[in-house]
């Protein structure tokens, strides 16, 4: 272990040791979702979709997040300009808020599980102990009930030890599971390997196109690490194209093969993007690459309609993440965003309520 990987090792422990010996337990059941790596191995899907699935089965979800790079202090709930829950009853801030302050306030992905995942309270705070307490008390003055089933998900929570989950989900990303298995800032791996054992259930992400053979190495590693836990293949696939205006598109539409695209994005794993592009069947000319949660400018916008140009594209594709930043930005007309689900076998949904 290098000098850098030590320090880092340090502050990891130390922080750990502290947060279990302070660690907390609301009075509902936490299902967290998380990861070892740093950098995009599906997250925000993964928890819309079990948001979803929990609404199905009766349960009164609600998404516990620190709201990466968001500049509101917490705890307060998530809201954009099409967010209506919590208009009336509470002063959680301002209504009727447009997007592009809410992704300043809030984080891009909490902003975009609050436009699809319209009636779920999504709460930002650091300390999710405090943030899901806030929930209950707020929620209860409006329309919950006492006796509704609440269930929290912990977004990114693997590492947020300060507060008991009933159901600890661990995603690896397939593409590049532990990077070169070196600590931060060497690697990739926010812990070292062996806590995989923690982990309750474990979901190999965007496994799309990956070779069995890679995948069976995968899980034999994990394995490896923590023989209890059962191990889920998940894809990330495409499910249509979402204009400015709302105005949805199928697959279909760009598999005719009468329009060429250029993409950009900045997120963890751009060409993981890249390949679901391909495979909604886009006829790509390009792609433009920016840092994760990248803050965009004006001047970025007219660089990317001129590559666009330059490359003969007739449109323009980005991540739902990336078009919630934009908002509020002077964009071209033929900018769509591809609308990307988890999709995974039923048996993972039995496996995560099983508690």
């Not at 391909?278 to 970025?300: F, M, V």
Request: hydrophobic share 40%; aromatic share 10%; glycine share 8%.
């Amino acid at each position: 272990m290098g000098i850098f990987e030590f320090i880092y090792h340090l502050g990891y422990s130390a922080k750990k040791h502290y947060s279990l010996k302070h660690q907390k337990r609301l009075p509902h059941k936490v299902i967290s979702i998380g990861n070892i790596t740093a950098g995009g191995t599906g997250k925000t899907p993964a928890v819309i979709a079990i948001a979803e699935e929990a609404k199905k089965r009766g349960f009164c979800p609600v998404i516990l997040t620190r709201g990466y790079k968001g500049k509101a202090k917490g705890p307060c709930f998530v809201k954009d300009a099409g967010y209506k829950m919590y208009d009336t009853g509470l002063k959680t801030g301002r209504s009727g808020i447009v997007h592009r302050e809410s992704c300043i306030l809030y984080g891009d992905e909490p902003v975009l599980m609050s436009e699809i995942l319209k009636d779920v309270p999504i709460v930002k705070c650091a300390d999710r102990y405090a943030g899901g307490m806030f929930a209950i008390n707020q929620l209860s003055a409006i329309s919950y009930q006492p006796s509704a089933k609440i269930v929290f998900i912990l977004d990114d929570g693997f590492q947020h030890w300060k507060l008991f989950r009933d159901k600890n989900i661990l995603l690896v990303d397939a593409e590049n599971p532990f990077d070169n298995k070196r600590l931060l800032p060497v690697g990739l791996l926010r812990e070292p390997l062996k806590e995989i054992e923690r982990a309750d259930i474990i979901v190999l992400t965007k496994t799309e196109g990956i070779r069995q053979a890679v995948i069976e190495d995968i899980a034999g590693e994990i394995k490896s690490y923590n023989s209890k836990a059962p191990v889920f293949l998940s894809m990330h696939k495409p499910a249509g194209f979402v204009r400015l205006s709302g105005e949805t598109m199928p697959l279909e539409w760009a598999k005719e093969g009468l329009f060429s695209f250029f993409a950009f994005c900045g997120i963890g794993s751009p060409e993981s993007f890249k390949k679901t592009v391909l495979s909604a069947g886009c006829s790509l000319k390009g792609l433009k690459k920016y840092s994760d949660h990248y803050s965009y400018k004006e001047e970025d916008i007219e660089d990317i309609i001129k590559e666009a140009k330059t490359n003969n594209a007739d449109w323009i594709v980005t991540t739902e993440k990336d078009m919630v930043r934009l908002r509020g930005m002077r964009l071209p007309e033929n900018l769509v965003a591809l609308a990307i689900r988890f999709a995974i076998d039923e048996k993972f949904y039995a496996e995560v309520f099983r508690c």
